[in-house]
């Protein structure tokens, strides 16, 4: 099966040796994704980054064939556990009739530390080659 890179065209991919997303036949898998705007800036809190991060997972389903209704999976990583609420009713308000299998999880910090929420989406694009 072909794999196709999705690049965010982000200085670091090179650098760490990733894509923002990979397809390879069917699978879509995005990797972690934050809520930064066009210029890197991080982007308000905890809601915002969450919106703004499931909006450029959006795109890069979108570059690899696949939309937001093709996502089985997220996972988030947040930075602050009590956060949760905020965080997810804004991962529902783009997920709520799709409803993939979700996680959330804690963790100690991220790569810059006004960054709250970090997100990682799977999809599956029906008949999909």
Do not use: C
């Amino acid at each position: 099966m072909a794999r196709v890179l999705v690049s965010s065209n982000a200085p670091w991919e090179s650098t760490v040796g990733y894509s923002r997303a990979v397809r390879v036949g069917p699978h879509v898998y995005v990797a972690g994704t934050t809520g930064i705007d066009e210029h890197g800036s991080v982007v308000g809190g905890a809601r915002a980054q969450t919106l703004r991060a499931l909006e450029i997972i959006e795109m890069a389903l979108s570059q690899a064939g696949a939309q937001l209704s093709d996502v089985v999976r997220t996972r988030m990583f947040v930075t602050d556990i009590r956060q949760w609420e905020a965080i997810g009713q804004a991962h529902g308000e783009v997920f709520g009739k799709i409803r993939p299998a979700s996680t959330v999880v804690e963790v100690k910090g991220l790569v810059r530390p006004d960054l709250l929420v970090e997100i990682e989406a799977d999809a599956i694009v029906e008949n999909g080659q």
